[in-house]
């Protein structure tokens, strides 16, 4: 069984930083593409990044692309997410994913275990 713990959530003003982290344990963390995600109540959940298992290839949404970067540690088995000059619409909850694959995945449906998720809020 694998876990997904995420952690670094939290309100920050409009312009500021957050960095989540997303510690897996239970199974060979090298083995899993890792995703992150998020979820405004009463909409659906939308693909935010992924990244594959060896970290070198990476892929965002374009409402985030040039502001957050997902990376990952294998040696600590956790994923992150810098994310960099937010705004308001960034407030949600976000969720880490992985999936035993190669490759990257941005299909929320394609992963197989989730997180229970950390709430970010951008004030403006």
């Known amino acids: 069984q694998v876990q997904l713990v995420e952690s670094g959530g939290g309100l920050v003003q409009t312009g500021g930083s957050l960095r989540l982290s997303c510690a897996v344990s239970?199974?060979?963390?090298?083995?899993?593409?890792m995703g992150w995600f998020r979820q405004v109540p009463g909409k659906d959940r939308e693909f935010v990044a992924t990244i594959a298992r060896s970290g070198d290839i990476t892929q965002y949404a374009n409402s985030v692309k040039g502001r957050f970067t997902i990376s990952r540690d294998n040696a600590k088995n956790t994923v992150y997410l810098q994310m960099n000059s937010l705004k308001p619409e960034d407030t949600a909850v976000y969720y880490c994913a992985a999936k035993y694959a190669v490759g990257i995945w941005t299909i929320e449906a394609r992963y197989d275990y989730w997180g229970q998720g950390t709430q970010v809020t951008v004030s403006s």
């Open positions: 239970g199974r060979t963390f090298s083995s899993y593409v």
